[in-house]
T-cell receptor, first 114, second 117 residues
Framework: GNSVTQMEGPVTLSEEAFLTINCTYT??????LFWYVQYPGEGLQLLLK???ADDKGSNKGFEATYRKETTSFHLEKGSVQVSDSAVYFC?????????????WGLGTSLAVNP | NAGVMQNPRHLVRRRGQEARLRCSPM?????VYWYRQLPEEGLKFMVY????????ESGMPKERFSAEFPKEGPSILRIQQVVRGDSAAYFC???????????????FGPGTRLLVL
């Protein structure tokens, strides 16, 4: 079946460090891929997305490239800030029409220290 | 444009009581999704609804859980005879009415955190 695997956290970095959070998926065809962020006590916000192979999603300094050959969608940021401390979720959507549910990774907690 | 609204934000129930969670989608959105986030786990899809129709309920527990999205008013997720294992964060998301497609994005509400004593 369809699934998403994220690297386990927590991840602890110093401010201005480079961030990578790995995400790989299992799905047939061409799913759409998403990164959502959840700040403490809040709901989920869409961070970025990519809908076809080789697409790069980017937002707020974060980037992720849809790699079909490695079935991956790793999240990267060149220089993290304390305000980036949150839980990051990778997700896929397999289809459209009546099959629109998002399938989620377990989330990766990021703590950035000043 | 107001975002997805959920209420209550926090709900405490005793075992055996009923819990009703409400979700008002973003203006112009006619698709609603419910997800559950259990402690120390990721989110799991529960149900996908359009106005007056349940489209996909493959993630709903077979008993005690029901959902509706009436023509007027918010979507309701109802849990009857709650048990401690129902304690979780319940998130609602909405998306615009479209024929489907890769560009569709689901926008999430702040969630309702249910605690069953």
């Amino acid at each position: 079946g369809n699934s998403v695997t994220q690297m386990e956290g927590p991840v602890t970095l110093s401010e201005e460090a480079f961030l990578t959070i790995n995400c790989t998926y299992t799905a047939t065809g061409y799913p759409s891929l998403f990164w959502y962020v959840q700040y403490p006590g809040e709901g989920l916000q869409l961070l970025l997305k990519a809908t076809k192979a080789d697409d790069k999603g980017s937002n707020k300094g974060f980037e992720a490239t849809y790699r079909k050959e490695t079935t991956s969608f790793h999240l990267e940021k060149g220089s993290v800030q304390v305000s980036d401390s949150a839980v990051y979720f990778c997700a896929l959507r397999k289809g459209a029409g009546n099959n629109r549910k998002l399938i989620w990774g377990l989330g990766t907690s990021l703590a950035v220290n000043p | 444009n107001a975002g997805v609204m959920q209420n209550p934000r926090h709900l405490v129930r005793r075992r055996g009581q009923e819990a009703r969670l409400r979700c008002s989608p973003m203006k112009g959105h006619s698709h609603v999704y419910w997800y559950r986030q259990l402690p120390e786990e990721g989110l799991k899809f529960m149900v996908y609804l359009q106005k007056e129709n349940i489209i996909d309920e493959s993630g709903m527990p077979k008993e005690r859980f029901s959902a509706e999205f009436p023509k007027e008013g918010p979507s309701i997720l109802r849990i009857q005879q709650v048990v401690r294992g129902d304690s979780a964060a319940y998130f609602c998301a909405s998306s615009p009415r479209r024929t489907g497609g890769a560009q569709e994005t689901q926008y999430f509400g702040p969630g309702t955190r249910l605690l069953v004593l």
